[in-house]
């Protein structure tokens, strides 16, 4: 998730939320935006946010690249960072700006080869910040990226905002990748079975936490922890009871608990089986 406007809203944003209590069990981030918690209000350098992480149990992070800036940046810090890996693409909301979107889409083709680079995201449809003018062009951009991840056997990582509907049909047409991770899920219970049934991976965020949002906790207790990962999209949707505070992938804990109390698990169980499913979606670190 990006746009400027949530990037100016956190130039005004609180202190940063004290660390949670540890997980016994180490788990994973798979969806951040290290470069953008970097460059925003709370300004954390990026060794500093993974070794926050780390003391709290999370000590694998996924960096997603959004467009061929923070792309690039991504692969080149998983190269160098042993608990970052990297996913490159031109986010739904950015491909329609772009004056040469098939110029964009080769680099991102050419960047998607690289060894420590596992997904191929975020992308996917957004009907809630792009108009009808700019559809086309996002699903041009989606459909290339479905191609990558396709050519490259990499994970697929896709961003749905008001568009479940539009995903599943373009990747019915397209054939979808081995690999598909929904990130940041956002359907009801029905969704989330047709997601499951298909063999696709759903990645919750601190968005499950929310108290308006039994639908995402009912979604994640019927989806298995062989299809469940866990998320911050830093600087984003920072969970409850920290809700509009900067977000980092040390607070994951807060969300981990609640798909925990969600599934009925205990939470070294949730975090063992996310840890593996996040291992076989992107390989090892
Ligand atoms: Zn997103
Ligand atoms: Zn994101």
């Known amino acids: ?16 939320p004290p660390a949670p209590e540890p997980l016994a069990v180490p788990v994973l981030d798979s969806h951040v935006h290290l470069d ?53 693409a031109l986010h739904p909301n950015e491909a329609p700006r772009l004056t040469d979107l098939d110029g964009a ?5 050419a960047l998607a080869d690289q060894e420590r680079v596992r997904g191929v995201g975020e992308t996917g449809m957004d009907t809630f910040r792009t108009g009808e003018d700019g559809r086309k062009a996002q699903e041009h951009s989606f459909r290339g990226h479905i191609e990558i991840a396709k050519r490259t056997g990499k994970a697929l990582v896709i961003h749905d905002r008001e568009a479940h509907a539009e995903v599943l049909r373009i990747l019915d047409d397209a054939g979808a990748p081995d690999t598909v991770v929904l990130h940041c899920f956002s359907g009801d219970a029905d969704f989330a079975a047709e997601c499951v049934r298909r063999g696709y991976v759903l990645s919750f965020a601190g968005t499950v936490t929310f108290g308006n949002a039994p639908q995402l906790r009912a979604a994640a207790a019927l989806t298995p922890l062989t299809q469940m990962l866990v998320e911050t999209d830093a600087p984003y949707l920072t969970p409850m009871p920290h809700r509009g505070a900067p977000n980092g992938s040390y607070l994951i804990p807060l969300t981990i608990r609640q798909l925990a109390a969600a599934t009925g698990k205990e939470v070294d169980e949730v975090c063992a089986g996310i840890s593996a499913t996040g291992e076989r979606v992107f390989g090892p670190w």
């Open 1 to 16: 998730m990006t746009n400027r406007s949530s990037r100016a809203a956190l130039r005004r944003e609180r202190p940063a």
């Open 36 to 88: 953008i918690v970097g460059s925003s209000g709370a300004g954390w350098p990026v060794a500093q946010q993974i070794e926050a992480a780390r003391a709290v149990g999370v000590d694998r992070l996924v960096q997603v690249g959004v467009d061929l800036d923070s792309s690039e940046w991504g692969a080149a810090l998983a190269r160098t960072e042993p608990a970052v890996l990297a996913t490159v």
């Open 105 to 109: 889409l080769a680099r991102i083709d």
